[in-house]
């Protein structure tokens, strides 16, 4: 599956953004689909993930500010994002594991940006 993201910018601290992914087809029967990212220097971080029935999980520093979800009418997951601090700020990829234990499909990434 193809992925697209958008949404990134540049935003103050303590302010929100809200990243879309885009899928090139129906995301219904998609095993899992989530957010990476991946600061300047550092290695890529798992975020969250969206599973079937409605399950989610977040990484520990997305808990409590972050919240990722799905839209299948419209093939597009989204990871809502609140409370920014610049330690928020890096690359944010969009990801898609169709079945269990298969490899991830990856978007081009979105850039956020959390200065003042």
């Known amino acids: 599956v193809q992925l697209v993201e958008s949404g990134g910018g540049l935003v103050q601290p303590g302010g929100s953004l809200r990243l879309s992914c885009a899928a090139s087809g129906s995301i219904s029967s998609i095993y899992v689909m989530g957010w990476s990212r991946q600061a300047p220097g550092k290695q890529r971080q798992w975020v969250a993930r969206?599973?079937?029935?409605?399950?989610?999980e977040y990484g520990d520093s997305a808990k409590g500010r972050f919240a990722i979800s799905r839209d299948n009418a419209k093939n597009t997951v989204y990871l809502q994002m609140n409370n920014l601090e610049s330690e928020d700020t890096a690359v944010y990829y969009c990801?898609?594991?169709?079945?269990?234990?298969?490899?991830?499909?990856w978007g081009q990434g979105t850039q956020v940006t959390v200065s003042s």
């Open positions: 969206s599973m079937g029935g409605g399950i989610t």
């Open positions: 990801f898609a594991i169709k079945m269990r234990g298969t490899a991830a499909d």
